[in-house]
């Protein structure tokens, strides 16, 4: 279905995020994971440039679960039997939300660790 203006379109986004939340159990954990940082964000005073990397890795993640929840449904649309494309579909969009995920911690950890180390601001 087209949207027919742009409070449609935004009807649409948001009953994505809304299926995806109520659906996908990983999408449910990074967006708390998501909140979380942005508390963390709210509490200590970080550069923009961290703050920034901070926040851009979280939504990278969020960002390929519903790409990884798209990919997935759409396949059980073709089909509900085994077949090894379906099947390399699927790794590799699950593949694409555990990279995010790594390069999420990795930020995390270069960002937010040596604050907490005793060797940032």
Same mark, same amino acid.
């Not at 109520?22 to 954990?29: C, E, H, L, P």
């Given at each position: 279905m087209r949207a027919k203006n742009l409070m449609e379109s935004f009807k649409? #986004?948001?009953?994505? %995020?809304?299926?995806?939340?109520?659906?996908?159990?990983?999408?449910?954990?990074?967006? +708390?994971? /998501?909140i979380a940082l942005l508390l963390l964000l709210l509490l200590i005073e970080f550069?923009?440039?961290?703050?920034?990397?901070?926040?851009?890795? #979280?939504?990278?993640? %969020?960002?390929?679960?519903?790409?990884?929840?798209?990919?997935?449904?759409?396949?059980? +649309?073709? /089909?509900?039997?085994?077949?090894?494309?379906?099947?390399?579909?699927?790794?590799?969009?699950a593949a694409a939300v555990l990279m995010a995920a790594v390069y999420a911690f990795i930020v995390g950890l270069v960002v937010i660790l040596p604050r907490f180390m005793g060797m940032g601001r």
């Open positions: 649409f #986004a948001s009953q994505g %995020l809304a299926y995806s939340f109520k659906t996908q159990r990983n999408f449910r954990i990074h967006c +708390l994971a /998501t550069a923009l440039w961290e703050f920034l990397f901070l926040l851009s890795a #979280a939504f990278a993640v %969020l960002i390929t679960e519903l790409f990884n929840t798209s990919i997935e449904k759409t396949i059980d +649309l073709y /089909t509900s039997k085994f077949h090894p494309l379906a099947k390399i579909a699927k790794n590799c969009a």
